[in-house]
């Protein structure tokens, strides 16, 4: 009798951490988890679905497969990159629930902040930062590295872009654009190991239509935005989704635009919850350079609303739409009367006197 | 004396050429291979029992039946002659005295693989070694041995040599196949694999000069006579390159069924160690392998004589064990200083990182940090704690086995040999007064001096 040969299921399941889910075959754990979302989505900084063949080296994404499938529930020795392993059915995955993830995680956070300073304060990925919250949610309080860090000097790569080297965390992610988005490539890895570095090919600037989209995947702050360095902090801007009709027809033209009052301080592509850019009608939403760096008028967009953005990001600081203010009392019970200072510090200091 | 295989004549005046090499029985396994079926050589592969002799000891045949075979996409074979491991040294010298058992080997695997198109992937500092074989290969077609119609076979194969340019990172098999397209020598993330998608995203088997060597014998006299030669899974032979504080390093060829202690001391191998000294320890296959002290070299975990086969040395794990590996045999007297030589080791591990996935980037680095300090009198005990940790955190989590062939050594050397670090700890005057000639490491440690 000839062996009964079963069609592969429509869906795969797939549990993770406890939540089992139907993902179509070829979804990657990733994926799948970032489907149930919250906490069972892995960290990642080196992937990126817009751009292919992103992801597998920076090692956050790292899961534990408790069973490979159901035909063969063996698990997996090693733990594996979510971001390019393939779910299977009947895969058990285990994230946070697993204390060889979490070990290994911190581990991976501790490696990638050896040579990535902590100078958050002054940086303009501040608020935007993938490493920020990697820290904050797998870091220790402090570091058992006591060596000297490595440091290049600040580069700029062609008129829009400043590369800080020092930050970079060598993610792929911006060489990637290069070669998936731009025409003119010039940029890469150069040198291996922990001297390797991104740079740009004999001294030549980057220099082309789409090269502000690096700045976007940058998951840190080593690639910033040179019309907007400094300007402004994250927090203190407000994010607008705006949109505009642009004659490149690679752009997609829908932007967010961070205003502080009515001024435009810089442009970005639209984000989505895991920071990466959104697709629109299947297609990654990059914008080109004119609606980047050269549209800085609100006037220049059709604009459709604040951007929906995490409470619990620090972005959302200072934003309270429907805040409701408390009032002040203070005139009221004084009897109309506005309240006099009992005494002025500058009077009595000698630090900074009232002079 | 054991038998031999590869090296048997070795010794014979102008093996290297064409003639003399035909003279003496070579190309005869072509001329066999050629009237059998591809499948028929593969199944001689898989009874021989041969294991890959690059350093995993992966089924060589097993190997071979995993290539995808789509209809109409060729396939290729890629020999790795990127031997770059410190200590392991057999490769080069097959190629240079012998460069047809190689030729001939190719010929007989890309038949049995379907490769109309082989590649070797040679070490860029194996310069001259690339004319020798270059040479080879021509004088094989020469003789219609390559070429179109092999033999009148209807078998088409042409061998190409590839150079690399100077990373280790080139000997694991998909960096090789990247550097053979011409990019940057980075490790790709598997699956696929490079049964499935290898060079030029075809079906590619990569084998080590070694493996593909041994097909010869194999195809000669049959998978089964040579699977007698040996011992359990550890079948036929095996090229060895001892080096260290020996009396004899060299190449040699054994068969697996003697034991680690005749091989250090008998005149017939390393003839034993210099001055009288005594045995300290040993590294038995390639810096990347596990160090074993003396008493756990010569004994198994079990109380029996450790012998020189895959399935004795790696008994009882990495607690009691090590591994085969490449075969680079690297002894030890009891005048060496274990952290100087794994500070060595983690240095090149250090320097040969691709840099993709970050602990093996920053890990390597890291370790090498500590070592240097140790070594120079400016370590604490905590440190050797720290080494612990971050071995544990490279191991296993990275992209390639770099991480792992990084992070054993430095694993093995604390686990067999912590008294020594913590002396360097113990006694930082001393360890500072003992001066290597090692100019390199003369630079400053940066420590700053609050920690």
Redesign the interface.
Known sequence: MAEEVKAPPANFKVTIDNITIEVAPGTTVLNAARQIGGDVAPPAMCYYSKLQGSGGKCRTCLVEVAAGSTADPRPMPKLVPSCRTNVMDGMVVKNITSERVIDARNGVVEFLLLNHPLDCPICDQAGECHLQDLGYSHGKEGTRYEFERRTFEKEDIGPYIQLHMTRCILCYRCTYVADQLTDKRVHGILDRGDHAEISTYISKAIDNDFSGNMIDVCPVGALTDKTFRFKNRVWFTKPIDAHRDCDNPKCCGKATLWLRGDDVYRVTTRKDEWGEVQSYDGKPGWICNTCRFDKKKTSDWVIEGPTKINRHSVIAQGHYENGVIPKDTTKEVMGGRAPKLLMDIHSVSEVNPNK | MGRKLLLDKANVPGIRSFEVYRREGGYRSVEKALKMSEADIVEEVKKSGLRGRGGAGFPTGMKWSFIAKPEGVPRHLVVNADESEPGTFKDRYLMEFIPHILIEGMIVSSFALGSNVSYIYIRGEYAWIVDILEEAIAEAKQHGFLGNNILGSGFNCEIYVQRGAG?Y?CGEETALIESLEGK?GNPR?KPPFPAVKGVWERPTVVNNVETIAAVVPIINEGGEEYAKIGVGKSTGTKLISACGNINKPGIYEIDMTISVEEFIYSDEYCGGIPNGKKLKACIPGGSSVPILPANLLLTTAKGEKRMMNYESLADGGFATGTMMGSGGFIVMDEDQCIVRHTLSLARFY??????????C??????ME?ILKKIEYGKGEIKDID?LWDIQR?IE????CPLGDAAAWPVAAAIRHFRDEFEWHVLNPEESQKRNYGLAHYADPI???SA?
């Open positions: 990373a990172i940057r993330i250090h320097h040969e990182s691709c840099g993709q996935c970050s602990p980037r920053e890990g390597t680095g890291w940090k720290l955190k296993g989590n990275t992209i940066h420590v700053p920690v």
